[in-house]
């Protein structure tokens, strides 16, 4: 996870944001037609990190992932890839080394 969270917050402050702020909304277009965009939100102590593209209308996540940052660790509570993968648990997902490969992927395409 120590990689994940370095990895976004270095692509927040590279966009202008600041992952300080209790409100935070950025949507990144990756500006090639094969990686998908990057949202990154945060609303008070929860950040979502998805990557997405339309597809008919509809948005398809691939992936994202909704973290629980109050105590200033990241844990990810809600992981998704549509359409067929949704996993939920408030006390915690074991994702770090998906989000380990993520963060590498997010690099390359962003940074």
Request: proline share 2%.
């Amino acid at each position: 996870m120590k990689y994940f969270k370095i990895t976004v917050k270095t692509i927040i402050e590279f966009y202008g944001g600041d992952i300080g702020n209790e409100e935070l909304y950025l949507d990144i277009d990756s500006g090639r037609d094969y990686i998908e965009d990057l949202s990154i939100k945060r609303h008070r102590n929860e950040l979502v990190v998805r990557q997405y593209r339309t597809q008919r209308g509809d948005l398809i996540r691939d992936p994202e992932v909704r973290l629980d940052i109050s105590n200033g660790d990241w844990e990810a509570v809600e992981y998704r890839e549509d359409p067929h993968t949704h996993q939920i648990d408030h006390d915690g997902l074991q994702l770090d080394d998906f989000l380990c490969r993520w963060a590498t992927n997010l690099e390359e395409q962003f940074l």
